[in-house]
Every structure is written in structure tokens, then in C-alpha cells.
């Protein structure tokens, strides 16, 4: 098997990177040889009385920046093996699509594979909402690995 790169859309939600910790955990990182960490903060612009704001504006991107570039080194460390001996990257980017700039970046990147976490709504509930990770599966130029979220066997009411 040649070796492979594997992109990771990187939330800032617990729950979802717990899910990424225990799949990190558990996954044979041996073909391994390049791990990119991709996280975009989304862009808005909302009208206001007095024109158009765009939030976060420039210069809180740039305050963010190195508090989000620490958070996806600390996340990568909990993904991966310690004895992880491929090349490692972060891609922080800021835009109006997450998904798009996520395919954009995993495009130029030539990545293998995709993993994504997802909420784990379905029904009803995630019927009128459409999730990132269902938009990375229907437009995402390679393979696409959700990871969902542990379920707790909490029997309520037990004693």
C-alpha cells in the first residue's frame, strides 16, 4: 500500500474533537506519511444601519490567529501516535465557506483522505440542517471518513 496523506477538518468543539481523539487512538497511522489539520473560521457580514461589518474583521483574525494555531498543535498531539514520524501541517483559514475552503485547501493538498467529525444528528433533527460533514461527502474530491460521537450507556433513572 503507498504511502497516504490524510486531511483533518479540525472543529473547536469538544464533543466533536473527542471523537477525533478516541478515532486518533484507534487508527493505524503506519501508512502514514503526511497528517494536515485544516480549521476555518467562518467569515459573515451582516448589514447594519450604517453599512456592512464583517465579523471576525481583520484585525480580530489576526488577535485570533496564534491562540487557533496553539489549539490545532495541541489537538494534533491528541489525534496522533507520539512516535508519528511523517510530516505534519496546519492550515488556518478564514473565510465565508468553511466547506468550500476545506475542499479548496484538501484539493491543492492532494490528500487521500478526509476525516471530519459530525454531531451525529439524524431524523428529524437533521433533517433542516445540513452539516458540514454531508457537504465534505457529497463534494469532497477524495475519501471522506466521519467520525461521529461516543454514546454514553447512561441508563437514565438507574440506581
Given amino acids: 500500500m503507498p504511502q497516504q496523506k490524510i486531511a483533518i477538518a479540525l472543529p473547536l468543539e469538544e464533543k466533536l474533537l473527542d471523537a477525533l481523539h478516541a478515532w486518533g487512538e484507534q487508527f493505524d497511522w503506519s501508512e502514514i506519511h503526511q497528517v494536515d489539520f485544516i480549521h476555518v473560521v467562518k467569515k459573515s457580514v451582516t448589514p447594519l444601519e450604517f453599512g456592512l ?32 514520524k511523517g510530516d505534519i501541517g496546519f492550515h488556518l483559514k478564514k473565510e465565508f465557506s468553511p466547506e468550500d475552503e476545506v475542499i479548496s485547501t484538501i484539493k491543492s493538498l492532494q490528500s487521500d483522505l478526509l476525516v471530519v467529525s459530525t454531531r451525529g444528528k439524524h431524523g428529524f433533527q437533521g433533517l433542516f440542517q445540513s452539516s458540514f460533514a454531508d457537504k465534505m461527502l457529497k463534494f469532497s474530491p477524495c475519501d471522506v471518513y466521519v467520525v461521529r460521537p461516543r454514546k454514553h450507556n447512561i441508563i437514565e433513572g438507574a440506581a
Fill in 53 to 84: 461589518v464583517e465579523m471576525p474583521d481583520e484585525r480580530t483574525y489576526r488577535e485570533m490567529i496564534p491562540t487557533l494555531e496553539q489549539h490545532m498543535k495541541d489537538e494534533s498531539k491528541k489525534i496522533l501516535p507520539k512516535d508519528f
